[in-house]
């Protein structure tokens, strides 16, 4: 075990990591029961099914290639396919990775190679080389079932779940975060993989991001052959803005949709559906050209077979074209306001608020909210004193604002490290509040605590400490601050409404923040013109522990 020293004034306490390695545990991947369920490898006996690149930019390309790690470097993970809603409300769940780079794997359990996130697992002592792409499942039988020509390696008796909403798989080697890996059924994912029998395929570039995903071009996907081929469908048209329905002073405001279309010829778009999901209606678009480059501005009164009502309670919307995979759709947070999308210089996109409405033309920035985050310490030097991941938020008013909505009786929450403030809980005028992990990951010490940290680093007693249930990926993930809007109670289940506040999409491999990551420094906000997103809002520095 790795002993981890902490000094404290006038104390020390001893942290040690704790390493899941229990040799007579019947379940454990040391002793399976039955191979196929409790973490061995189970072969097919037969070819799979191959497949190629295609323009779409289909085929996965590695985080780090295999040129530019010799094969003495440590070796980097990767995902490269994962299926979180299999068709049929099939209860399958798998993910598949494999070496990008670095050295093989002689044994795997030395390198502590193990899943961890939203499901758990670790990998058995068998080894694993360069170009192999090995399965990870929670039920080996039925996969067998699923893919009787799969001839890889499977491993079973993954614990946890792909929740079909969304989440994220570590790969970690060492106990290191190696990649983060995301998926979500939520815009502007791919639809066609939650549930419509297609698996989400990684792209190239990073895999916390939408853009580095597809839907695969087979049904049901392709595992254990790796470089798959995307849906071969061409769309460059996009929901750019919307409008909701608004009754004001002046009367009734009908809604209105702008398609953006970043090709080079015009798209005819006559005939698409837009499918609102919260009002469950689907509207046809009667007749309308979106030129090369440009826009079309879509009158929710009149440019509809029906009219296009959007609620300010938001909610996704989607576009189809005449083809499967032809696809568009947006998340609408909530309030009166416009939302959009926003292109990001890091590749990715973004999607909020907008500061204003721009129906025809580029879009505003992201409207930035009353709170937003001002640091993040995602991945500590394991060396400092006291190696622990924080957040920190702050007031940007000149008055205090509640972190509770009492007509709505519900927190605000911060998407990503899953916590949701109580009753009682304030952000001070002008302040800032730190938010601190409940637990040290694989660190087993009954001193950690807020007043461990305020003691140790002299955190101001006018700045709440909380705590928080999730985990930092250290690689990059989706951090936003949210509001409660408004609720609605169907079939005795209540769904909450959300305005944005902030929200970023941090990533290790931004630019000139690289020191952000694991050597000692946080990343600090240096634009609150805009929400977070993009290495532009940030810079690295010494982490300020809630000053």
């Not at 101001?460 to 690689?475: C, E, F, H, M, Q």
Request: proline share 6%.
């Amino acid at each position: 075990m790795d002993i981890k020293k902490l000094f404290t004034a006038g104390a020390s306490v001893a942290l040690v990591s704790m390493m899941a390695a229990c040799s007579d545990d019947p379940s454990s991947p040391n002793n399976p029961v039955n191979p196929p369920v409790d973490g061995t490898s189970s072969a097919g006996q037969q070819n799979p099914v191959a497949s190629s690149s295609n323009s779409n930019g289909g085929g996965n390309s590695v985080l780090v290639s295999s040129a530019s790690l010799s094969d003495k470097d440590e070796p980097q993970m990767a995902c490269s396919e994962i299926m979180y809603n299999a068709a049929d409300g099939s209860p399958l769940e798998w993910v598949e990775i494999y070496i990008a780079g670095g050295s093989d794997m002689a044994n795997m359990q030395d390198y502590l190679l193990r899943l961890s996130g939203d499901v758990d697992f670790t990998f058995p002592a068998e080894p694993l080389k360069k170009g192999e792409y090995v399965v990870v499942t929670n039920d080996a039988a039925e996969f067998a079932k699923a893919y009787p020509t799969f001839a890889g390696r499977v491993f079973g008796g993954m614990t946890g779940k792909l929740v079909n909403e969304g989440g994220v798989v570590n790969v970690k080697v060492r106990g290191e975060g190696d990649v983060t890996c995301a998926f979500s059924s939520e815009p502007p994912w791919p639809s066609l993989a939650d549930g419509k029998g297609r698996s989400l395929v990684y792209t190239g570039g990073i895999a916390a991001q939408s853009v580095s995903w597809c839907a695969s071009a087979l049904p049901n996907g392709n595992p254990g052959v790796g470089n798959d081929a995307c849906i071969d469908v061409v769309n460059t048209v996009r929901i750019n803005e919307v409008k909701p329905s608004i009754l004001g002073t002046a009367g009734f405001e009908a809604s209105w949709v702008e398609l953006y279309n970043s090709g080079k010829e015009p798209v005819d778009v006559t005939g698409w559906t837009l499918f609102v999901k919260l009002r469950n209606e689907k509207l046809t678009i009667n007749a309308g050209v979106v030129p090369a480059g440009g826009y079309l501005l879509l009158d929710g009164a009149k440019d509809f077979s029906d009219e296009l009502v959007v609620s300010d309670q938001g909610g996704e919307i989607y576009l189809y074209g005449m083809v499967e995979g032809q696809e568009s759709s947006i998340w609408l947070p909530a309030g009166k306001g416009v939302s959009g999308v926003v292109d990001v210089a890091d590749g990715s996109i973004a999607q909020g608020p907008l500061a204003e409405a721009t129906p025809g033309a580029m879009n505003s920035a992201l409207k930035l909210g009353s709170v937003y985050i001002d640091e993040i310490h995602y991945h500590p030097d394991e060396k400092d004193a006291l190696p622990f991941e924080f957040l920190e938020l702050v007031n940007a008013t000149a008055a205090p604002i509640s972190l509770y909505n009492s007509t709505v009786k519900k927190g605000w929450k911060v998407e990503g490290v899953n916590i949701e403030f109580g009753p009682n809980d304030i952000i001070p005028a002008n302040g800032r509040i730190l938010l601190i992990p409940s637990v040290l990951e694989d660190v087993n010490d009954a001193g950690w605590g807020a007043d461990l940290v305020r003691t140790t680093y002299s955190v101001p007693a006018d700045v709440a400490i909380y705590t928080y249930n999730g985990k930092l990926s250290n690689r990059g993930e989706t951090i936003a601050v949210k509001e409660p809007y408004s609720s609605t109670t169907k079939d005795g289940i209540v769904k909450y409404f959300y305005i944005w506040h902030d929200a970023t999409l941090y990533s290790d491999a931004w630019a000139g923040l690289t020191d952000a990551d694991g050597v000692g420094y946080s990343l600090q906000r240096a634009n609150v013109t805009t929400m977070g997103y993009g290495p532009s809002a940030w810079k690295a520095a010494e982490p300020t522990f809630g000053k």
